[in-house]
C-alpha cells in the first residue's frame, strides 16, 4: 500500500512484515553549478508539497490520470534530491532494509536503462536502504552523480529524450521492494533488552517558465556522492511484493492554476548560500562498496553542454563557488561516540 502522508510518500508491506515500511520525501535544494567542477552535497531547504493527481482530474493532463500517483511543483531549473527512511527498529537494532528502483521519464537512474519492473542484479539497476540514505541525480561515474534539475518536457533536456529521442513520460517513476520476512528475521532477529540507538542518522541540513505543466528531469552539475553495492544476497528480496508510484512534476507557476495554491518561493542560488558562509556536506560508509556508475548516463550532456550548442542559456546564476565550508557526515558511529565536526 502507499499513502501521502505529511508530504511523503509512505509505503506499507503488512503482508509481508508488520514493520516492513519505508518513506521517501522529495527535498528542495540549491542547484549546484553546472560548470565541470565537482560539488560536495547542498544542504536540504525543506520538502517539496505533494498532491494526490486524483483530487484534480478536470485540471491536468489526461496521461497523468492514466499513470496515477502524485505530482509535486518545480521550478525551471531548480533541483531536487531523495530522502530515504525506514524507521529505525529497537527490537532488531536495524531499519528494515528495502530495495528501491529510481527513474526519471522511465530512464534508470543508476544504470540508464530503460524501465523494467522487474529488480536486476548485473547491473544493480536499485539501491537499498538504509544504506543508500538519498540520491540526489544520475550516477554517472563511481563516486558522483550528476544533480536532478526540472526543465520542461519537449525542450530537449531530459535523461528521457536524449536517451529515447522522445518526450513521452517526464516525472519520476518509483518502485520499492522489501526484504522477505523469513530473511529479515533470520538477518536480524529480535533483542529483548532494550538499549539506546547505536546509529546516529544524519540528513542533509534544512540539507523563465514554461505554459505547460509536464516537467522531465535532466542532469545538472557534477556531484560526489557514492551508490553503494547491494550488501545484501540478490535472492533476499521479496519481488513477488512491491509497490510502484508516478511522481508528476508540474511546471510550478501552472500548479497554481491546478490547485489554487501557491508553490513555494524561488530557492536560494548556490552563490547567495555561498555567500554567507553556510555549511555543505560529505557523506561516507568506510563499510560501503560503491557501483561503477553508469557509461550510458556518463554520455548524457549535461544541461550546460546542450544549453551551449542550442544557443541558448538554460542556467540562470550558474556562477562557479567555492564551497569551503563543508562538514563530513560519518554513517553509523559507534554507540555514545560523538562526531568531531569543524571547528
Not at 560548470?35 to 486524483?54: A, N, S, T, W
Not at 524501465?115 to 544493480?124: A, C, H, I, R, T
Not at 540507538?197 to 505543466?213: G, I, L, N, R, T
Request: glycine share 6%; aromatic share 12%; proline share 8%.
Amino acid at each position: 500500500m502507499i499513502e501521502l502522508i505529511n508530504d511523503e510518500l509512505v509505503f506499507t508491506f503488512p503482508k509481508v512484515h508488520p514493520e516492513a515500511k519505508f518513506s521517501i520525501s522529495f527535498q528542495r535544494t540549491l542547484r549546484i553549478p553546472d560548470d565541470g567542477l565537482d560539488y560536495p552535497l547542498p544542504p536540504g531547504l525543506g520538502e517539496f508539497p505533494m498532491k494526490h493527481v486524483d483530487d484534480y482530474a478536470d485540471k491536468i493532463p489526461s496521461l497523468w490520470i492514466e499513470h496515477g500517483g502524485v505530482m509535486i511543483p518545480m521550478y525551471q531549473s531548480e533541483a531536487m534530491w531523495l530522502s530515504f527512511d525506514s524507521g529505525y527498529l529497537n527490537e532488531h537494532e536495524t531499519e528494515y532494509p528495502f530495495a528501491i528502483k529510481i527513474a526519471t521519464g522511465k530512464i534508470n537512474a543508476v544504470t540508464g536503462g530503460e524501465w523494467s519492473n522487474s529488480l536486476n542484479e548485473k547491473p544493480q539497476d536499485y539501491l537499498v536502504a538504509p544504506e543508500q540514505p538519498w540520491l540526489d541525480g544520475y550516477c554517472v561515474e563511481k563516486g558522483f552523480i550528476r544533480q536532478f534539475v526540472a526543465m520542461p518536457l519537449g525542450s530537449g533536456y531530459s535523461a528521457e529524450e536524449q536517451i529515447t529521442g522522445k518526450q513521452e513520460h517526464g516525472g519520476m517513476q518509483i518502485m520499492v521492494f522489501p526484504m522477505k520476512k523469513e530473511i529479515f528475521e533470520k538477518r536480524f532477529p529480535k533483542i529483548e533488552r532494550k538499549r539506546v540507538d547505536e546509529d546516529v542518522c544524519y540528513m542533509q541540513a534544512a540539507p523563465c517558465e514554461s505554459a505547460a505543466p509536464d516537467m522531465g528531469l535532466a542532469p545538472g552539475g557534477r556531484m560526489r556522492q557514492e551508490i553503494y553495492d547491494d550488501p545484501f544476497d540478490f535472492n533476499d528480496w521479496d519481488t513477488e511484493n512491491m509497490s510502484r508510484s508516478f511522481v508528476h512534476i508540474s511546471n510550478s507557476l501552472v500548479w497554481r492554476a491546478i490547485t489554487d495554491e501557491l508553490p513555494p518561493n524561488v530557492p536560494l542560488t548556490a552563490k547567495e548560500y555561498d555567500r554567507y558562509g553556510l555549511p555543505w556536506f560529505d557523506y561516507y560508509d568506510e563499510n560501503a562498496v560503491a557501483v561503477e556508475g553508469s557509461q550510458r548516463l556518463d554520455k548524457l550532456k549535461s544541461i550546460i553542454q546542450m544549453g551551449k550548442e542550442k544557443g541558448e542559456n538554460p542556467l540562470p546564476e550558474n556562477t562557479s563557488v567555492s564551497a569551503k565550508n563543508i562538514v563530513e557526515l560519518k554513517s553509523k558511529l559507534k554507540k555514545d561516540q560523538v562526531r568531531e565536526g569543524s571547528f
